[in-house]
């Protein structure tokens, strides 16, 4: 089995109030055109705007940039140059910081897989640290895009697959998402808002290695990814000229009670479990009304999630790497019974599902 060695979590060193990212979202979004005419597809006015911010379930975000710095983006080009800038800066102190605490040597990675939906590059990130690092040069690297919040899932059950097969080797995943650098201060619409009530800024990354290696951490042992069909429109991003504009179906909560309840109870079924048998849950947070519906659909006792609502109070939605940050905290924390099951689970664009089932 591929076994977990260590996770370290990063945030940068901005850190803001709601109430504070309210106010300023505030000013930088222009009231929609004709307010008399303002159909359900557009952004509240400042009070409903808010309320929506308050009842998020967030209390505290983090972000690449100082907050005043962010009216003075001007465009894509030079919020994606930050996104460069800022993912090396983080990226390399998360890699470096779970190589330490594993208590491997950077030469001995075989592996790099990298994640993030919130910006690009090319080179990678995960190639721009290599060398001050000090990877291999011979390292093997795989930059995944474009699977937004299950990213994180996905990566950690790439390593898996990886690793599976490799019994000696080592291999890491690295998730940097800096949502706030995607700010369109143009998009009126009520997705806009949503997104700006909940999604922070952060990086992390987990080490692992093949079954005949030592690690403290929990084994991996199995995964499975899922596409729903005909939801292909509901999650992700419009790209253009501004740079990526956010698709927020408002259907996502009745989906995860249709499809990704019974996926996880068919997934945690071939293993002989069931949801009740769990005792780590690694639940991506992607609002409120999401985990609601997972602890709907799975029947779960409110305590269940608590690993999840805390990290999206303390410090939002970020993406890919939310699920990492969770798994960092519950590794941190009083660990579940040993051979206990855990799993890890997020939902991204496609519509899709990413799950992952541990044995702590």
């Known amino acids: 089995m591929t076994r977990i060695g260590a996770v370290h979590a990063v945030l940068p060193p901005y850190r803001y109030e709601q109430y504070e ?16 005419r303002r159909g359900p597809s557009r952004v509240p006015g400042p009070d409903v705007l808010a309320r929506m911010h308050a009842a998020s379930g967030v209390r505290t ?10 009216a003075r983006l001007t465009g894509f080009g030079e919020a994606n140059d930050r996104f460069i800038e800022q993912a090396q800066v983080l990226g390399g102190e998360a890699v470096g910081g779970a190589l330490e605490a594993a208590g491997i040597a950077p030469d001995e990675v075989d592996l790099v897989i990298s994640t993030s939906v919130t910006g690009v590059a090319a080179p990678s990130v995960e190639a721009r640290l290599a060398g001050r690092l000090g990877l291999r040069p011979d390292v093997k690297r795989l930059p995944l895009f474009g699977l937004g919040c299950a990213g994180g899932a996905a990566g950690l ?13 080592v291999a890491v995943l690295l998730s940097v998402e800096l949502c706030s650098l995607t700010l369109q201060r143009d998009d ?45 429109g509901l999650l992700g991003w419009d790209i253009g000229a501004g740079g990526f ?45 999401v985990l609601e519906a997972v602890r709907e659909a799975l029947d779960l006792p409110a305590r269940a999630l608590e690993a999840s609502w805390r990290s999206l109070a303390e410090v939002g939605n970020l993406s890919s790497a939310s699920v990492l940050h969770i798994l960092h905290d519950v590794l941190s924390g009083e660990r579940p019974l040993s051979g206990s099951p855990g799993l890890v689970m997020a939902m991204g664009p496609g519509f899709c599902s990413e799950t992952v089932l541990l044995r702590w």
């Open 61 to 70: 975000r983090h972000l690449a940039l100082p907050l005043e710095s962010y």
């Open 188 to 232: 009126t619409s009520a997705a806009n808002a949503v997104a700006g009530s909940l999604f922070g800024d952060g990086a992390a990354a987990v080490v692992a290695v093949g079954r005949e290696r030592e690690a403290a951490g929990p084994e991996v042992v199995a995964a499975r990814s899922r596409l729903y069909p005909d939801t292909e």
């Open 157 to 169: 059950a790439r390593l898996h697959d990886y690793l599976d097969a490799r019994p000696r080797a």
């Open 245 to 289: 504009r956010i698709v927020l179906g408002g259907e996502l909560p009745r989906l995860v009670r249709r499809h990704v309840g019974p996926e996880i109870e068919d997934f945690l079924a071939g293993h002989g479990l069931k949801p009740r048998d769990v005792t780590g849950w690694v639940c991506h947070p992607g609002g409120p009304r």
């Open 21 to 36: 990212i309210t106010e300023a979202l505030a000013r930088l979004t222009p009231s929609p055109a004709g307010q008399e």
